[in-house]
């Protein structure tokens, strides 16, 4: 996967190095450059990019004012030598914040994050889509349906998968790599050691999730995600 980036700095040496560090960083493609945000509307709007490394302190047009009018799914990582903007920069979801001067270490890092996303963005829209996943088992590569699971179990390095029809399957993986890539709000962490598939839940029991004779404990680490989701959900 490559993804398309620009960078918009109103320092021309700063466009050069970043320029520089994109050039060599295999899964980059610099699209454009550009020396003040209000240049850059125009392109952006007609040819969008992924990723943009974005000044903050602009004339015309601050980044986080530019910020603001992109589209939802554009990431950005700002770049700049005002450390008081990190705050503001993480109000407009900023993905990550680089202090100027940038090292290349620390711009493939940045990077390397925003890479991270998108390929899990990529796996979660593409098993929201085919409703399917493969879970290895008993050295075995098994389709599990999307719709077949209840909720799944974390244990240690292990992870119990619970099935509609009553099976289960056990399968070496992480509970934070599943939670970060099946689909969401679907599929909800509940607490450290339960994924919920909510469209199975049964009933909500003092704040507990009924599936049949099991009853799913929520955490207070993740309370407040799960009411706001009940609350979207309830009639009054």
């Given amino acids: 996967m490559i993804l398309k980036c620009a960078i918009i700095d109103d320092e021309p040496l700063a466009v050069e190095l970043l320029s520089s560090y994109v050039n060599k960083t295999p899964f980059l493609k610099l699209t454009g450059a550009y020396n ?10 007609e040819n969008p990019v992924d990723l943009i490394f974005l000044d903050i302190q602009m004339p015309e047009l601050s980044g986080i004012e530019f ?17 008081q903007y990190a705050v503001e920069g993480y109000k407009v979801n900023a993905m990550d914040y680089l202090m100027k001067p940038v090292s290349y270490d620390t711009f493939l890092s940045a990077a390397k994050k925003a890479f991270d996303w998108f390929a899990t963005k990529t796996r979660q829209e593409a098993y929201k889509q085919d409703r399917f996943i493969f879970v290895k088992s008993d050295y075995k590569l098994i389709r599990v349906n999307l719709d077949d699971i209840m909720y799944i179990e974390g244990l240690k390095d292990y992870v119990r998968i619970y099935l509609k029809d009553g099976n289960k399957l056990m399968s070496l993986m992480n509970m934070k790599n599943l939670e970060d890539n099946l689909p969401k709000p679907e ?7 339960y994924i919920v598939h909510m469209n199975m839940v049964q009933a909500v029991d003092r704040f507990r999730l009924v599936f049949g004779d099991a009853y799913i404990p929520i955490s207070d680490s993740y309370k407040d995600e799960v009411q706001s989701y009940l609350d979207r959900h309830t009639m009054m």
């Fill in 67 to 83: 910020a603001k009018i992109l589209p939802q799914e554009t990431r950005i990582i700002f770049v700049t030598a005002f450390s």
């Fill in 36 to 45: 003040s945000a209000s240049t850059a509307i125009r392109d952006l709007r």
């Fill in 187 to 193: 599929f909800m962490r509940t607490h450290r050691s």
